[in-house]
């Protein structure tokens, strides 16, 4: 008897600190929920506001070559990543007590290839400069390639669910960039001075969390071990060409506008792609918010997992639709009161791409049902697919409609990662039959019904 009420009374403390775990683990999600939360919206805020002043500052066709600065960083910055990021998270949290060898390896590989990226981008520079851009500005870009490596350190900190470590530096370097850009406009600053900045408040971030950690961590040293780096290489490959595919989708428009109608078009452009990618907002909180559910509702009821799934499609479709609509009717009055008169030819294309609103939503939601599904194999296809369209059908149109061309292409683009392409492969057509249904917001008036009738 005595052996029996002792085995109970260790059931019941196991079963106790179970609770007490997942309660610990459910508050540490939510406070880091809460974290990122509060530095998109900082971000979003401040970005729009000092974003706008310096567009105007500059004018479309200095802004043109910022932009097209920016999106040349973010794609060599994307190379020197190699696809790392979901899956030294994923080894973080299932090996904690080996952080000291991912981090290691995974600095070291990205460091190294930060300095082979950053020389090479000189030396093609060297040879084929870009005008109105000073060489300087090149150097410290190349710079900011082998900084990137720290990078590891922010999927460290969110595998441990202490975001606000990364976040912290981040909104300290963004407000200072912030208050140095306005400085520059006040004073006025040369465009190498704004793109710098930029630059800069990136290297601030990852300075900022690297000097935090070794103060967390004083007697920790990072090794390096080969056969972490061979294991790491075998399974990035595919994300790595899935976000090189993405990146393309974001960034290479405005270079092409750049190479075949000027700086003065490219403005004009990234003018209402900034708009636009303010809405980009919405997708983004609302997967969030409903993926950690659907995902433990799939474990318990498919059926309900499948009619809730459609309901969340269709609420981000309905909202989707009040935002376009909206933006659609506004364009020109949001373009001349943001940017004023210099811009008002970015009306039509924001007209164009607010519509890839749809198409980013759908993305995100999506992505709930791939995953879930272990389906993430055909995002490989999807994207180069579709970002081979893109840069076709920029090469094709932007002769003849300039930005208003690059707006139809990312749209059709758009169109056939997050729709077509999945009627054709065997796997996903269940998923494009609920993307078919959540356009006429199908999800929605099936609840509605259900709810009537019972």
């Not at 103060?215 to 390096?224: A, D, E, I, L």
């Not at 077509?420 to 609840?447: E, H, V």
Request: with cysteine; aromatic share 14%; net charge positive.
């Amino acid at each position: 008897m005595f052996q029996n009420k002792y085995v109970i009374l260790i059931g019941k403390i196991r079963s106790m600190r179970h609770q007490i775990t997942q309660r610990a683990a459910v508050k540490s999600a939510v406070i880091n929920s809460g974290w990122m939360l509060f530095d998109r919206i900082i971000r979003l805020i401040g970005g729009l506001f000092i974003g706008v002043w310096v567009a105007r500052y500059l004018g479309p066709e200095h802004f043109g070559l910022f932009s097209t600065l920016i999106s040349i960083q973010g794609i060599a910055v994307t190379l020197c990543g190699v696809g790392f990021d979901g899956i030294i998270t994923r080894y973080f949290i299932r090996y904690p007590h080996h952080s000291s060898v991912l981090l290691g390896t995974t600095v070291t590989i990205r460091a190294i290839l930060g300095i082979v990226i950053g020389a090479v981008m000189l030396i093609l520079i060297y040879f084929r400069p870009l005008p109105g851009v000073n060489f300087y500005i090149w150097v410290l870009m190349s710079v900011t390639m082998f900084f990137s490596a720290f990078n590891a350190l922010r999927q460290y900190y969110d595998s441990r669910g202490e975001s606000k470590y990364v976040i912290l530096p981040e909104l300290v370097a963004f407000g200072l960039s912030s208050g140095l850009r306005i400085l520059g406009i006040l004073y006025h600053f040369r465009l190498e001075w704004f793109v710098g900045i930029v630059l800069l408040e990136g290297m601030l971030g990852l300075i900022g969390y690297h000097w935090i950690y070794w103060r967390r961590h004083v007697n920790r040293v990072w090794t390096f071990r080969a056969s972490i780096a061979r294991l790491l290489f075998r399974h990035s490959w595919p994300i790595l060409l899935t976000s090189g595919s993405a990146i393309i989708f974001f960034k290479i428009d405005q270079m092409i506008l750049l190479s075949l109608v000027g700086s003065r078009e490219t403005g004009i452009y990234s003018a209402a792609v900034r708009i636009s990618e303010i809405a980009y907002f919405f997708p983004t909180i609302l997967t969030t918010a409903v993926y950690p559910g659907l995902t433990k509702l799939r474990k318990i009821d498919r059926v309900r997992y499948e009619s809730s799934l459609r309901r969340v499609f269709s609420i981000g479709m309905a909202v989707s639709y009040c935002i376009i609509i909206v933006v659609t009717l506004l364009s020109s009055w949001i373009i001349s009161t943001l940017y004023g008169s210099d811009y008002i030819g970015s009306g039509p294309i924001l007209i164009v791409h607010i519509w890839s609103l749809i198409c980013i939503c759908n993305l995100n939601i999506s992505s709930i049902y791939i995953t879930n599904e272990g389906l993430t194999r055909h995002y490989i296809l999807k994207d180069a697919v579709s970002a081979l369209c893109n840069i076709g059908l920029n090469l094709a149109l932007i002769p003849y409609w300039n930005g208003l061309g690059s707006a139809i292409a990312t749209l059709v683009s758009y169109s056939i990662t997050a729709f077509f392409a999945n009627a054709f492969i065997p796997q996903l057509r269940p998923l494009f039959k609920i993307q078919m249904d959540s356009l006429t917001l199908k999800g929605l008036w099936n609840t509605r019904n259900r709810r009537t009738s019972s």
